[in-house]
């Protein structure tokens, strides 16, 4: 990198270029072209949306945009989501017209359109690393979100498109997840692959830091994260984002994969607290004692996503002893295990969760109390349809809508002859006699053609998960 970086230096071209930040923030380097997107479309003329916003990130305030070697990447960048059109009121050129504002809801079907031809062109194939899977569940999650805000006025052409793609993603994912999820929990923690490396990567980030803040949304799926995004860059439009995702334990669950978090451990572990959350406090705490911080350094708070809920944060920022803080948000998961409406319905009630601003506030303390902030989540949801629920009686320790757990691999053998289709999970860091049936497709174990949103199966939805750090500014 820094080599690259001298070379550039040396033609005197890129003199007023941070280069150095642009090429390892990559949010930064969003925002960087962002910014200069509207100049590029005003000195074309007419009139554009933010052509004479102030510029505040660094550098030359026009890029040729229109360059061979630039324009071929453009409308990606749009599409995917990376940048955000402007309204122009001249005429684009084909390569531009991703980047400008027009109809809305043509807009959507166009940029639906293409996001569905980068879906399948950008499918990660059958031998494809876990890096590819989670650059593509961003792409997927776009495509979600817009499928959802699409779904009342689609065409049967479009509906019949987005149920074949969805079908290949759901199976391609999870036949290369039960190849490789047993590779993935002893890869090493920088960056996080699955979600119980965050604690061990924050650890490494400590020292440069002075203070860290964990903030875990539960039940937070990605294509909710884009919703929330949107909503906090309204409120907060200095913020940064610096997104990443990561994997969540399978069974995705939140004593399973959510415990992981705290205990900076896999499942197998914690087998004694494996069926419920109530050491997550002790865990957290132990994880940090065991990387040379005191306990009175480390805190924890759960139960949040309300306003009134802030109390319990301003008392603890009162401490200025603390270095460390986990928080649990739980508002998604309980919209999630309240929902009737699907997906659509989830993104309708996050987005009204996040416009009232207590995720904002939450994340607005933290900042201004010194914190290096991230963000993260156990598990995603998905929309699913009831394929029975199983008559076990007791015999099931966990008797979820997407997963149930035994202790004993007969009783799990009786259940999954009779649902087929389900996967008997090898228990891969997870302790012997936790034995997970998950959920096949997008099937539930809820009464036949019962609609809900659930988790704890293997959907790259319930599965991928945001990590994000907030880089907050002033507005």
């Known amino acids: 990198m820094d080599r690259l970086v001298n070379v550039l230096h040396q033609n005197g071209r890129f003199a007023a270029w941070p280069l150095i930040e642009l090429l390892t923030d990559r949010s930064l380097f969003y925002t960087f072209l962002q910014e200069r997107w509207p100049r590029f479309l005003g000195r074309l003329g007419e009139q554009v949306e933010h052509c004479d916003s102030p510029v505040t990130v660094e550098g030359p305030e026009d890029l040729p945009f229109d360059h061979p070697d630039i324009r071929v990447y ?28 027009r109809d809305p809801q043509q807009d959507k079907v166009h940029r639906f359109k293409a996001l ?37 006025g689609s065409t049967p052409e479009i509906a019949a498109r987005i149920f074949t793609v969805r079908s290949q993603v759901d199976t391609r994912f999870s036949q290369w997840l039960q190849r490789r999820f047993g590779s993935l929990y002893s890869l090493p923690a920088s960056p996080p692959v699955m979600v119980h490396h965050i604690a061990r990567f924050l650890a490494a980030q400590l020292q440069g830091a002075g203070k860290l803040a964990l903030v875990v949304v539960d039940g937070l799926a990605l294509d909710q994260w884009l919703v929330i995004q949107h909503e906090i860059s309204q409120q907060r439009p200095a913020w940064r984002f610096d997104e990443n995702t990561t994997f969540a334990w399978v069974p ?47 805190a924890y708070l759960k139960g949040l996503g309300d306003p009134s809920t802030l109390e319990s944060v301003d008392e603890a920022l009162l401490d200025s002893k603390i270095k460390v803080l986990g928080v649990v948000v739980d508002k998604v998961d309980r919209i999630m295990h309240g929902m009737e409406l699907g997906s659509a319905g989830m993104h309708n009630q996050v987005r009204q969760w996040a416009a009232e601003g207590f995720l904002a506030a939450l994340l607005d303390r933290l900042l201004s109390g010194g914190f290096v902030v991230f963000l993260t989540a156990d598990h995603g949801n998905v929309e699913s349809v009831g394929c029975g629920r199983p008559k076990e009686g007791v015999t099931a320790d966990i008797r979820g809508e997407r997963a149930r757990i035994y202790s004993d691999p007969v009783l799990r053998a009786n259940v999954a ?42 959907t790259l939805e319930e599965t991928i998960v945001p990590f994000v750090r907030v880089v907050g500014g002033k507005s």
């Open 116 to 152: 569905l031809d980068v879906a399948e062109r950008e499918m990660p194939v059958e031998e494809a690393r876990y890096g590819d899977w989670l650059s593509f569940a961003r792409i997927w999650a776009e495509v979600n979100l817009l499928s959802s805000e699409l779904s009342a």
């Open 252 to 298: 995705t669950i939140t004593n399973v994969s959510r415990q992981s978090i705290f205990a900076g451990k896999a499942p197998l572990y914690f087998p004694s607290s494996i069926y419920s959350t109530g050491r997550e406090a002790s865990l957290w705490q132990q994880f940090w004692v065991d990387h040379g911080l005191a306990s009175h350094e480390v």
């Open 74 to 101: 453009i409308d990606n960048l749009f599409v995917e989501g990376m940048l955000q059109p402007v309204a122009w009121t001249g005429s684009p050129q084909a390569w531009a017209a991703a980047g400008v504002r």
């Open 417 to 458: 002859a009779r649902f087929p289709a389900a996967i008997s999970w090898r228990p891969m860091g997870l302790p012997d006699d936790f034995l997970p049936l998950l959920s096949a497709d997008r099937s539930a174990f809820v009464p036949e053609g019962y609609r809900t949103v659930a988790h704890g199966g293997i």
